[in-house]
């Protein structure tokens, strides 16, 4: 089949993949400014259908990030503050009984939308929390038995401050298996800073991305037809046999008490076509996987008690990893 499911469209070609790309890439600039490596990964998560979780301390434009992204590929935006008193509903919604009609009917919550931010997601406990396990891997809520599909482009970018450890919950490792990415947000540079504070330093609050002139560049159709071009990127037998070397490898470090799932590789050979497309290829390159390997691993894997005591950090692992598993050539 040559349609993409359920458009009629055909599959964009490479180019065609690169041009939107550089087209949202542009859109996004009116507003942000730097943070250009993650908008890449934004854009490679989108390509390969993953949620990404966005950590880095107040006032790095996480959540003006992600809603400037909404804005650029024409997604519906949907935004939860996550808070200690959030409950399950207040995320799915619940069936109301409606006394005119004497049935229950479906009071939609705030997930179903097309881009969801969750906004400091680790505010509240994990039993809110575990409210989107089911959505993030199925893209459906089940409530009262029923299950409601979620929008086709279903995409979870959350939030969370690294510095805060007053009143904040740790994200169960069953939520944190189903985040493609978690990209660390620095500071921005002395001349990004400098930009920033000359363009918004008249201002109370940063504007609504519309306002400064942030258009859509796509719509459903145009994904659903980048998604089937990523998905025809060939990903060779060696490059495969890579992968699962790589992960199973972090199952072995002494250094790790924990190491990453088979979702992890899977999720990896995905996002390595993505990246692979996004950069005019239609095969995918072991430099793929290991420019990804990082934001795929960082959150799946716990230090050992000895690797915390000697001070060892995930991404110096993962790294130390990288370059002792052999790469096809």
Do not use: W
């Amino acid at each position: 089949m040559n349609d993409t499911a359920g458009t009629g469209r055909s599959p964009m070609t490479l180019d065609e993949v690169g041009r939107l790309a550089a087209a949202i890439r542009g859109e996004i600039a009116k507003a942000v400014v730097g943070q250009a490596e993650t908008i890449d990964h934004l854009l490679v998560a989108l390509f390969s259908r993953g949620h990404v979780l966005l950590e880095g301390p107040p006032g790095t434009a996480k959540t003006f990030l992600a809603q400037c992204f909404a804005a650029s590929v024409g997604l519906h935006f949907g935004r939860i503050q996550f808070t200690p008193d959030l409950m399950p509903g207040d995320i799915l919604g619940s069936n109301l009984f409606n006394f005119q009609t004497s049935q229950f009917t479906l009071t939609r919550g705030p997930i179903f939308c097309d881009l969801l931010l969750a906004d400091e997601i680790n505010r509240t406990p994990p039993k809110t929390q575990a409210a989107l396990l089911e959505a993030m891997q199925e893209r459906r809520v089940t409530l009262d038995g029923t299950a409601h599909p979620l929008p086709e482009h279903f995409l979870v970018v959350a939030t969370q401050n690294p510095i805060e450890s007053q009143g904040v919950y740790p994200l169960p490792e069953a939520q944190l298996d189903r985040f493609l990415f978690k990209l660390l947000i620095p500071y921005p540079s002395l001349e990004e800073e400098t930009r920033i504070v000359a363009r918004y330093g008249e201002r109370s609050g940063l504007p609504h991305p519309q306002e400064l002139g942030v258009t859509a560049v796509a719509d459903a159709a145009m994904l659903d037809s980048a998604i089937a071009a990523v998905k025809r990127v060939t990903l060779a037998d060696s490059v495969t046999d890579y992968v699962v070397r790589l992960v199973r490898a972090t199952r072995d470090s002494a250094d790790l008490s924990c190491g990453a799932s088979p979702r992890a590789g899977v999720l990896l050979a995905g996002a390595a076509r993505a990246r692979a497309a996004l950069e005019g290829r239609d095969y995918v390159v072991p430099d793929d996987v290991k420019a990804l390997a990082t934001s795929v691993l960082r959150h799946r894997l716990l230090l050992s008690p000895a690797a915390e005591i000697e001070g060892k950090q995930v991404e110096a692992l993962v790294a130390e990893l990288v370059r002792q598993t052999e790469a096809p050539r």
